[in-house]
């Protein structure tokens, strides 16, 4: 039987999950954040400053290039996506989904946005 524990390992496998630094130097590249937390999560532990906000039960609608429901920034399956959840583990599921779509950039911040917050404050 597969355990969460097993599912998360395996799509941490094929992440490079990039800590805050890192992924400050991606966005500058042209990565794009996405924040999945939920509303009264971002209420609680703050904003992510820049960030796309699309909750995690949308984001492979919104990601897909090839979706109806597909935000204007998911132009192709090149486009590099950097999912941030609170802590960094529903956030490396999403990202592993966008990659099963095709999405091969998609990774997910390592730590999540508690990561982010102690790197950068806020």
């Known amino acids: 039987m597969t355990t969460v524990n097993d599912l998360l390992a395996a799509a941490r496998a094929r992440l490079d999950r990039p800590d805050p ?3 400050a130097e991606m966005v500058r590249g042209g990565a794009i954040l996405v924040d999945t937390r939920p509303g009264w999560q971002r209420e609680q532990e703050g904003e992510l400053p820049g960030a796309l906000v699309i909750e995690r039960n949308h984001i ?5 290039p090839a979706s109806d429901a597909r ?21 490396s599921l999403a990202a592993a989904s966008l990659q ?9 911040l390592d730590g999540g946005f508690r990561a982010w917050k102690a790197a950068f404050g806020g």
């Open 21 to 23: 630094h890192r992924a």
């Open 60 to 64: 492979e609608w919104r990601l897909d």
């Open 71 to 91: 935000i204007p920034e998911a132009v192709d399956h090149d486009v590099t996506w950097i999912v941030v959840c609170s802590e960094g583990y529903s956030s």
């Open 100 to 108: 099963d779509l095709g999405l091969r950039n998609a990774t997910d």
